[in-house]
């Protein structure tokens, strides 16, 4: 039957998402207990019992069901990226991007298309800590007015694999290890590393997966990237190829591998807190949407193939053209119903927004969809309030597991006459209409010529690291090799995969985990295949810097504390945005030495330095010799220090840090360079702008540099 014309009928607008979870929610003030099927309850701490010692009773169907629940709460973890967090919100695009695509949210710069994202780790189950070190997730459903576009990506810009096939080895590798489901959430283990020795289209992935990146301050403090080469297309039909960023804000920033280790301990739920906290205080979480467009054709121009996901596309060759901003607004009602039940397919595309050719994302078109089928439970999960698209759903696709729709048309088939057929076809002026492609080849099963080289780009990030990443990054592969019990996996790693990155680096790490270095005059595999020798934004330092917004303060208390001159400070930092806490040896009042008190919110034993940005010890000399005698409080310090975090110490405080067992001489240059604010006097102009500077530059990395002679 040819096309007819969508019915013209007004009809009425879609319900904001918010609106529409509405109905689902369950607000239970003002109610009584009932079974699930409604019936009232009086008594559910007693099962029913034939005696009041005697066994209990099958007749007892409210204990049934509320058991039968209960065994059945859990459905299967996410095989991938298990561990998060999402956050409701709004993306809107400042000005209508129809040169390049039809999609209605990246058009029309009046609409406010609601989103809901989420946060993962990738390795972990949903149980594990949030600051290991991995790949982040960073998944985003747009409820658009033409259905749910969902843009699946991670924080690092590149994959560790080309083709999808793989993916089930990649991951088997890095996950726990099968004969004893050791270690968790860690890539630090034999199977992980001889996959990447023998795989070396890991290696790009890998240096990056070793850097800072994957240890991040917050899911607000980094980037996201679509990963894979995607195509616009505009309503004449033209298209051009594109690259997806998502810019932090805040900028970029991490933790310290050290800190990072701590807090998994401290606060394994370091990042979910962090967004749920800044989204209830109000400081919503905001990222802007970058472009790299690349016209059709071009998908070999720069040295490399567009199609191959180990790639990145250099901003310096194209720059990112920041063209929508998102913003996270409304936590969660319900984790459960919400960030666990939702299911980002790949494979949900608008009109506007089509593929391309890279095997890793054609692979990636079938799992999503796939594996939501297990752990949803069938296939009705689209119809899950937090998966339901905000526009009208008509199709003949009907029952199975879970089925909520109740279709009332006789004619469930297509073409029909009994249902007036309808649903009808659309138009294909709004409809999806995959592009035209001309494809032609052998059938073959194997790898194109131009994924060939798997290390110049690996070399790239490297160099375009400043020295503090590099050594990190260094660092990083000393520990996760040395976790390595296998000699020949770590000496495979050193000479088949990190020599042809970089020759120094690769002599480090072998020495520093017990394997010959590689030799001498041994080339790299590849030469570098673009001009480019280094790209300035791949390295965190050139990310914003500028600002200390929901930076976390700790404030270092006991009694005799110089209160005004904390208050000072303290108008000062929350004045910028800092959140700060006063830390003392009890919940209870602490008195300063000029008459006044502090309740503080946590106590040396319930906080520590690595939940926090700064640490800021005021002056009193009864005070601070108070915190020298108590180890959690000179630890504290201690630990700032080494982390290199921005330290303020006034008056006696000034001594702290000789306590913590670093004797740094007070010097201006040398405390502005090591982010130490030190002033002798309890009081001092500007020393809350001064200690506020050296916050928003996020960590002090001289410090790790061997101590002035
Ligand atoms: Fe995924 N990935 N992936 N992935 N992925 C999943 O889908 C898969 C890849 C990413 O918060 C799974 O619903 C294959 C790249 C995120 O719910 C699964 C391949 C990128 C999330 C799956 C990849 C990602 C997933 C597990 C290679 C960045 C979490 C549960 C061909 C661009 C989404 C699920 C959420 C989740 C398959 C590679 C990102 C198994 C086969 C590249 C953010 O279907």
């Given at each position: 039957m040819p096309p007819r014309k969508t019915p013209s009928k007004p009809k009425p607008p879609p319900p904001s998402k918010n609106e529409q979870l509405e109905p689902y929610?369950?607000?239970?003030?003002?109610t009584v207990l009932t079974t699930d099927q409604g019936i009232p309850i009086s008594e559910t701490d007693n099962s029913l019992k034939a005696g009041l010692r005697g066994p209990t009773l099958l007749e007892d169907f409210h204990f049934r069901e509320k058991m039968m629940r209960f065994d059945h709460e859990r459905i299967p973890e996410?095989?991938?990226?298990a561990r998060g967090a999402g956050a409701h919100g709004y993306f809107q695009v400042y000005e209508s991007l129809e040169r390049y695509t039809q999609a209605r949210f990246l058009t029309d710069p009046s609409l406010k298309t609601p989103v809901f994202v989420r946060f993962s780790t990738v390795g972990?189950?949903?149980?594990?800590?949030?600051?290991?070190?991995d790949v982040r997730g960073f998944a985003t459903k747009f409820y658009t007015p033409e259905g749910n576009y969902d843009?699946?990506?991670?924080?690092?810009?590149?994959?560790?694999?080309?083709?999808?096939?793989?993916f089930p080895d990649f991951v088997h590798s890095v996950?726990?290890?099968?004969?004893?489901?050791?270690?968790?959430?860690?890539?630090?283990?034999d199977s992980l590393w001889d996959f990447v020795s023998l795989v070396p289209e890991t290696a790009h992935m890998v240096m990056w997966l070793m850097s800072d990146r994957a240890i991040p301050r917050s899911f607000r403090h980094m980037e996201g990237f679509g990963v894979h080469t995607y195509r616009l297309v505009n309503a004449k039909g033209k298209a051009t190829l594109v690259k997806f960023h998502w810019k932090p804000v805040l900028g970029t920033h991490s933790l310290v591998w050290d800190e990072a280790q701590k807090v998994s301990g401290k606060d394994p739920d370091f990042h979910r807190r962090d967004l749920w906290d800044t989204i209830e205080s109000g400081n919503f979480p905001e990222y802007e949407l970058g472009l790299q467009l690349i016209p059709e054709g071009?998908?070999?121009?720069?040295?490399?193939?567009?199609?191959?996901?180990?790639?990145l596309l250099p901003e310096e060759l194209v720059p990112v053209q920041k063209v929508g901003k998102l913003v996270l607004d409304r936590n969660p009602d319900n984790f459960f119903a919400e960030t666990e039940q939702v299911a980002f397919c790949v494979s949900n595309v608008v009109p506007g927004i089509d593929f391309t050719n890279d095997p890793l994302l054609q692979a990636r078109l079938f799992s999503y969809l796939d594996t939501q089928l297990t752990r949803l439970g069938g296939?009705?999960?689209?119809?899950?309030p937090i998966n339901k698209p905000v526009c009208p759903v008509n199709n003949h696709q009907q029952d199975g597991f879970g089925r909520q729709s109740i279709n009332?048309?006789?004619?469930?088939?297509?073409?029909?006459?009994?249902?007036?057929?309808?649903p009808m076809l659309a138009n294909p002026k709004s409809a999806f209409v995959h592009r035209q492609e001309r494809v032609e080849g052998h059938k073959i099963r194997a790898r194109s010529?131009?994924?060939?080289?798997?290390?110049s780009q690996a070399t790239l990030f490297y160099n375009s690291l400043s020295q503090p990443e590099r050594e990190h990054l260094v660092a990083a592969l000393e520990f996760e090799l040395g976790k390595v019990e296998r000699e020949e996996i770590r000496e495979r790693v050193v000479n088949k995969v990190l020599v042809n990155i970089d020759r120094d680096m690769a002599v480090r790490v072998a020495n520093a985990v017990g394997v010959a270095p590689p030799k001498l005059g041994?080339?790299?595999?590849s030469k570098p295949v673009?001009?480019?020798?280094?790209?300035?934004?791949?390295?965190?330092?050139?990310?914003?810097?500028?600002s200390i917004m929901t930076r976390k303060v700790a404030v270092l208390v006991a009694d005799g504390f110089a209160g005004r001159e904390l208050s000072q400070v303290r108008k000062t930092l929350e004045g910028l945005g800092a959140i700060v806490e006063v830390v003392g040896p009890t919940l209870g009042p602490v008195a300063s030495a000029d008459g006044g008190e502090e309740k503080p919110v946590k106590t040396y034993l319930t906080a520590?330095?690595?939940?926090?940005?700064a640490v800021y010890v005021p002056g009193g000399e009864r005070s601070v010799a108070t915190l020298k005698k108590v180890p959690l409080a000179v630890d504290f310090v201690r630990e700032a220090y080494v982390h290199c975090k921005a330290l303020a110490l006034s008056g006696a405080a000034t001594s702290m840090l000789d306590a913590a067992g670093f004797s740094t001489p007070m010097a201006k240059g040398l405390d502005d360079a090591l982010g130490v604010i030190r002033s002798a006097k309890n009081e001092t102009r500007g020393f809350g702008q001064m200690f506020a500077k050296a916050i928003a530059a996020h960590r002090h990395w001289a410090r790790e540099a061997p101590p002035p002679a």
């Open positions: 929610r369950m607000h239970q003030e003002d996410r095989a991938v990226h972990g189950s949903r149980g594990s800590a949030d600051t290991v070190r843009l699946v990506g991670n924080n690092m810009p590149v994959f560790f694999i080309q083709d999808g096939i793989k996950k726990p290890e099968p004969h004893n489901e050791i270690p968790q959430a860690s890539s630090a283990h071009d998908e070999l121009k720069y040295g490399f193939d567009l199609l191959d996901a180990t790639k296939p009705n999960f689209a119809e899950l009332t048309s006789r004619a469930n088939y297509h073409p029909n006459s009994l249902g007036g057929g309808c010529g131009s994924f060939a080289d798997h290390f041994k080339q790299p595999e673009s001009k480019l020798t280094a790209s300035p934004a791949l390295s965190q330092l050139n990310t914003p810097h500028d520590s330095s690595v939940l926090y940005d």
